[in-house]
Structures are given as C-alpha cells and as structure tokens.
C-alpha cells in the first residue's frame, strides 16, 4: 500500500502535542483589528485545542 499524504492544508493550520491532542491557533486574529479592544486582540494570540468533536476528523488529515 502507498504511504498516506499528509493534508497541506490542514498542516499549516494544526500541530500535534506530546499527548496526541491537536493545537490550533485563534479565528478572527489575522485583520480589522482597529475595532477590537487590546484585550481581546491579546487573548487571541494564545492558541487553543481543537474541540472533542472534531479531534477525530482532523486527526485523519494529520496521520
């Protein structure tokens, strides 16, 4: 059988951690940020995981 591909997409946006759970950084960070506070534009640089529901889904592009 051929090796599985990665997903190009899906590894820009994701990471795996040591426990096998997958990272994902904040929507919304990237512009138009003139109308959103200080504090909300600090609290989207943090990263987050990715919920229980779509662990699996993701997990599939990312072998």
């Known amino acids: 059988m051929p090796k599985m591909k990665t997903h190009s ?3 820009k946006r994701f990471r795996k951690n040591k ?3 997958i990272k994902r950084s904040s929507a ?3 512009h138009i940020k003139t109308k959103k506070t200080s504090k ?3 609290q989207l640089r ?3 995981l990715v919920s229980k529901s779509d662990e ?3 997990g ?3 072998p």
């Open 46 to 48: 943090k990263g987050d």
């Open 60 to 62: 599939k592009l990312l």
């Open 9 to 11: 997409g899906a590894k």
């Open 40 to 42: 909300r534009k600090r």
């Open 19 to 21: 426990n096998g759970k």
């Open 56 to 58: 699996k889904r993701i």
């Open 28 to 30: 919304f960070a990237e």
